[in-house]
Nanobody, 123 residues
Framework: QVQLVESGGGLVQAVGSLRLSCAASGRTFSSYAVGWFRQAPGKEREFVAAIGVSTSYADSVKGRFTISRDNAKNTLYLQMNNLKSEDAAVYYC???????????????????WGQGTQVTVSS
């Protein structure tokens, strides 16, 4: 398994940008599909984006967020532009095997999770 540590969260004004990072330990990071999920207060955890053989985005973030990874640095990124108040949440990175475009959104398929980083958007 890999250990995941998110960073980069914080307070940003609406329409601003943030880049989240997720540092992974272990030499097998490149073999995992990885993704971002988020959870706002009182709401269920929801899929944001994932990258493996392909990439996938939730409809709510398409065109504004970009997921990428640097396997040499064992790091996953989420570039978030044009942030909206509804993007405020705790953001989690996750890693798993046997994840494809058809099942990226299924959080139960991810075996490793980070502790989360808070994103706050002020209007």
């Amino acid at each position: 398994q890999v250990q995941l540590v998110e960073s980069g969260g914080g307070l940003v004004q609406a329409v601003g940008s943030l880049r989240l990072s997720c540092a992974a330990s272990g030499r097998t990071f490149s073999s995992y599909a990885v993704g971002w999920f988020r959870q706002a207060p009182g709401k269920e955890r929801e899929f944001v984006a994932a990258i493996g053989v392909s990439t996938s985005y939730a409809d709510s973030v398409k065109g504004r967020f970009t997921i990428s990874r640097d396997n040499a640095k064992n790091t996953l990124y989420l570039q978030m532009n044009n942030l909206k108040s509804e993007d405020a949440a705790v953001y989690y990175c996750a890693a798993g095997y046997n994840l494809y475009y058809s099942n990226y959104e299924e959080s139960a398929r991810y075996r490793c999770w980070g502790q989360g980083t808070q994103v706050t958007v002020s209007s």
